[in-house]
């Protein structure tokens, strides 16, 4: 590997332009560039540097470092500064110089800390043409050691992104980890010239192109500091700027992702309008306003995703956008934004207004990897051959290996005997019923053969242990063993039941009989009510 590039760039156009935006940034910008030049490569490469006429010295630094690389860096200096109100001329600006192949985009005060970071990044970009960046993790410095560093994204980030993903808000990447394909060769749309133009548009453009890949390496520092324009927004000015970006993100894409960005544009009038703040700038005008739009791409979201899903089902071969999916079926006034909520209640503001007990479901074969039913299958199909049909339709719209999620009053506790609208028990053996290798139910005049087409197995089961049995419990007073007797012969020991299924496609063969199964205990650590 070859760390200087300027024989290779002298050359001809270079493989990776990195476009280094800087104003005012003479403490960090020699680290910028030392840490793009340090990079081991076997490829050409060009700094741009794009100054918007910084006056603390950052532009002999910038003319020094020209010298000393000629045809690597190569300072793009503003004779006045452009970006004072509007920070997003520069980067235009900047976009506008850019000739390689790949792209990677850095500000001066932030720097690259491994010099393998462009190599990865462009190996794997040139052997994956579906692809049009890759991202890695950022450690997060703030100034003056005002709070140690941190991970720029928490927890785990899954490999693999796409536009939605990033309209969605559940995917989103720091500057300074990015390397793209450069799908604009020079020619930056004049929308990122736009105030509302920012990283996430940046991602959104490109993702329309291809996928982006995520690593969890740690190969840059993101240094925090005061007078940024974002890092001095209260956070109600943040929302009300991302809505409206997100507006204008929808216009300039030509509403070809409107589903995905009217979700988004009425997620985030709902956190407005719940947590903003009147001395930040949310005015009674101003609210009035986006309680409009969040009625207005409320209805969008719904339309679309009914469009969806219909579509899918009724028109041979077409699959549906948002599939494999979870769904929170019954979902009551208990939402998750990683679900699509399901009620027969408009009031209580679902994703989709669905009567579960009116089958056939509108969803399409294998529609869900995963589905939720919380409190709501104890209120389904009191009639067996309505439950039977139910839990077949449950089981269609499962993809293979599909999990459901069941929690359940227990038939034995106050709150399942004193609720009328409590019409079906839920417990494991009720469930058994659509387990295709559970034992065979003896055949008497009453009982109904088991469903043939459905295969549930139950791969998980708990006790919510009520009080006072549950803090005897977990005291030591008494012993599992003595709650599960408790269970079986007196009421409101156990007030809810926790069971998980797996959707088996095909069903498996049916055995004749199969050892009993265990009754339903409390785990190690019993599950708390509530």
């Known amino acids: 590997m070859q760390t200087p590039a300027a024989q290779g760039s002298r050359n001809g156009r270079p493989k990776v332009t990195v476009m280094l935006i800087t104003y005012n940034h003479a403490r960090y910008i020699a680290r910028a560039l030392d840490s793009i030049l340090e990079q081991k490569v076997d490829f050409p490469f060009a700094i741009h540097v ?19 690389h000629p045809g690597v860096v190569k300072p793009f200096i503003n004779k006045k500064n452009i970006g004072r109100k509007v920070t997003q001329k520069n980067f235009y600006r900047g976009l506008r110089t850019l000739d390689g192949e790949y792209m990677a985009v850095l500000e001066g005060d932030d720097c690259w800390t491994s010099p393998d970071r462009l190599r990865a990044h462009v190996e794997f970009l040139d052997a994956n043409p579906d692809f049009v960046a890759c991202a890695h993790n950022v450690l997060k410095v703030y100034e003056g050691d005002a709070k140690p560093p941190e991970l720029y994204l928490k927890g785990p980030v899954k490999e693999v992104h796409d536009i939605e993903d990033l309209i969605g808000l559940s995917s989103f990447f720091h500057a300074s980890s990015l390397t793209f394909r450069n799908v604009f060769r020079g ?3 004049r929308y990122f010239r736009s105030p509302l133009s920012c990283d996430i548009f940046m991602n959104i453009a490109h993702a329309q192109f291809g996928k982006i890949r995520y ?3 740690l190969w840059s520092l993101y240094q925090v500091h005061g007078g940024g324009l974002f890092s001095s927004m209260s956070q109600t000015k943040g929302w009300m700027w991302n809505i409206e970006g997100f507006l204008a993100f929808n216009r300039w894409l030509g509403f070809r992702y409107l589903p995905q960005f009217a979700q988004t544009i009425y997620r985030y009038c709902d956190t407005l309008l719940v947590s903003g703040r009147e001395e930040d700038g949310l005015t009674s005008e101003k609210r009035r306003r986006y309680e409009a739009l969040r009625r207005r791409y409320r209805r969008i979201e719904r339309a679309c995703r009914w469009a969806d899903v219909l579509a899918a089902k009724w028109i041979p071969g077409r699959r549906a956008r948002g599939a494999p999916v979870k769904l929170n079926l019954g979902c009551g006034r208990r939402k998750w934004r990683d679900c699509v909520n399901i009620d027969i209640r408009p009031e209580v503001d679902p994703d989709m207004v669905v009567d579960l007990e009116r089958t056939p479901w509108p969803w399409p074969d294998g529609y869900a990897q995963e589905v939720r039913l919380i409190h709501a299958l104890e209120h389904l199909g009191a009639d067996l051959a309505q439950f039977d049909r139910i839990m077949g339709e449950l089981y269609r719209i499962c993809q293979p290996g599909g999990r459901v999620h069941i929690r359940a009053a227990h038939p034995r506790h106050d709150s399942f005997m004193d609720n009328p609208a409590c019409v079906r028990p839920v417990t494991a053996g009720v469930l058994r019923r659509f387990d295709a290798v559970a034992t065979a139910e003896p055949v008497t005049h009453a009982a109904k053969p088991k469903p043939s087409k459905v295969d549930f197995e139950i791969v998980n089961r708990q006790a919510v242990v009520a009080e006072p049995y549950l803090s005897r419990l977990q005291n030591g007073q008494l012993s599992r063993q003595q709650v599960d007797e408790l269970m079986k012969q007196n009421f409101n020991v156990c007030a809810d039941v926790l069971i998980e299924l797996v959707a088996h496609k095909p069903p498996r063969p049916a055995r004749a009989a199969q050892a009993a199964a265990p009754a339903v205990t409390a785990p190690p650590a019993a599950v708390a009510r509530g």
Do not use: E, F, K, N
Request: net charge negative; proline share 8%.
């Open 50 to 68: 794009i100054d918007d006429c910084s006056t603390d010295g950052a532009q002999d630094i910038i003319r020094d470092y020209a010298a000393r």
């Open 215 to 217: 690593t969890p390496d």
């Open 187 to 189: 020619r930056a749309p």
